[in-house]
């Protein structure tokens, strides 16, 4: 057994379910909070503070847990909604021209996380439902036509988009410092994106990734055995065939469904390009993505009966981010409200210099995002302070800004919490892909501090 099979088997055999990580990452962060953040009560013991902390500790984490319901909300529509884009018949026609040239495990790969990455960069939540059923289909098409493939490394390629959301379009940060309202605009001002995304280093590094990691799954999947593999079977509405006669007829009305997704449409389109008296980016955020993605889906479904049931299909590949988010978000509620992130962040800027800083913030922020995958979130808490450090160190706050971005990036391929879809749709489990994500984490990595340390 060579070291990548031993490496493999270690992850498998050791590595628990996502939500299991979650609640070990939630323990975690409960006896970090009491280990480093514990007031000092003056004349009680160490021990007795602990005792008396626990309590309040516990009220950080419950009052976490509800904090994020809005935003909750959001990420399973952009993940609902995404899934149910990808079910429509142009998709399926889009996928199914790309299938004919999967006739490897090298060229599979290679080709699913090209085309997911792509769709990453305007879109996170889509990109993730793309690419998890273009490897589904990839799977299908392998077993009808007797095609060897390992299909593990397909799936852990269609995750690699999330390698470049937070630099794509749909960014977290760079959208909210983009707003003239931001919470932190007193500080900073605002950040346009072509000083974020659009940065000639954010430019560089996506180019890279867009060229290195399928490269690397190209070459993976040369050495990966192709083995015996079941791909779950779905039905989507077309396949669902209903007497019309049984049923009201606005239901199946092509013509009334896409009217109404047409209205949709058009509305976004008139709040993204004739409202604003300039054009900008300024309209481009979740409500926003939400909005339009509604609309998109009813259109191309043709009819309202072909959404709901498209809609129904998807809703279980997200049923594990509704459920573990509550978690992660007690998890951010005591790491804020016990001090414990700012700790982590001061920490690693107590021993950043102006040349070292950007690599700090790229490891705190990889930190902090095992424990709150929110980039949101993340920005919130993590965002004054790395304001402040910049400008004091002279280092360019957009700069800052991505150094954060790029370390939140690194560690999604860690993260199971996002994956959580993506198994759904394909039937594997964490174990099988986390291996070849880690991989793809390291590559990030090497890629990330060459674009912050050249620019």
Not at 56 to 75: D, I, N, P
Request: with cysteine.
């Amino acid at each position: 057994m060579g070291f990548k099979d031993t490496f493999i088997t270690l992850f498998r055999r050791f590595l628990p379910m996502p939500f299991s990580i979650a609640v070990v990452l939630s323990f975690l962060t409960f006896f970090l909070a009491l280990l480093i953040t514990t007031p000092d009560n003056g004349n009680t013991s160490y021990a007795v503070s602990v005792l008396q902390y626990i309590p309040e500790v516990a009220t950080y984490w419950e009052t976490g847990f509800w904090e994020l319901l809005a935003f909750t909300m959001q990420m399973m529509l952009v993940l609902v909604l995404g899934h149910v884009l990808a079910l429509t018949p142009a998709v399926d026609k889009a996928i199914a021209f790309f299938l004919k040239y999967c006739k490897t495990t090298s060229l599979a790969a290679a080709l699913v996380a090209f085309l997911t990455i792509i769709v990453t960069l305007f879109n996170w939540g889509l990109g993730l439902i793309f690419g998890a059923v273009f490897a589904k289909k990839v799977g299908e098409h392998a077993r009808q036509n007797n095609i060897p493939l390992y299909y593990p490394v397909v799936g852990a390629a269609a995750y690699s988009g999330f390698m470049v959301w937070h630099g794509g379009l749909s960014g977290s940060a760079p959208l909210i410092v983009s707003d003239a309202n931001h919470f932190l605009v007193d500080q900073m001002g605002v950040m346009s994106m072509s000083e974020t995304i659009f940065s000639g280093m954010n430019l560089f590094s996506s180019a890279l990734l867009l060229l290195c990691i399928p490269a690397f799954y190209f070459l993976l999947g040369k050495r990966s055995i192709p083995k015996e593999f079941k791909v779950p079977e779905s039905k989507t509405a077309s396949d669902t065939k209903i007497h019309a006669a049984y049923a009201e007829k606005i239901d199946f009305s092509y013509v009334f469904g896409r009217f109404f997704g047409l209205l949709f449409i058009l509305f976004a389109f008139y709040k993204a390009f004739i409202l604003p008296e300039q054009l900008s980016l300024d309209f481009l955020n979740f409500n926003f993505i939400n909005f339009t993605l509604f609309g998109l889906c009813i259109f191309f479904h043709g009819n309202f009966f072909n959404f709901v049931k498209a809609a129904e299909n998807s809703i279980k590949s997200s049923a594990g981010v509704m459920i573990q988010f509550p978690l992660y978000a007690g998890i951010m509620g005591i790491m804020k409200y016990s001090g414990l992130m700012i700790i982590f962040s001061e920490f690693f800027v107590s021993i950043s210099n102006e040349y070292t800083f950007p690599i700090f913030t790229l490891f705190s922020a990889g930190i902090v995002n095992v424990f709150v995958p929110s980039g949101g979130g993340q920005w919130a808490v993590q965002g004054p302070i790395i304001i402040e450090a910049a400008g004091s160190l002279g280092i360019p706050l957009p700069k800052a800004i991505m150094a954060l971005v790029y370390g939140d990036q690194l560690t999604n391929m860690i993260q199971p919490i996002w994956a959580l879809p993506l198994l759904g749709i394909t039937g594997l489990k964490v174990q099988e892909i986390l291996p070849y994500t880690l991989m793809t984490m390291l590559i990030g990595t090497v890629i990330f501090i060459l674009s912050l340390l050249i620019f």
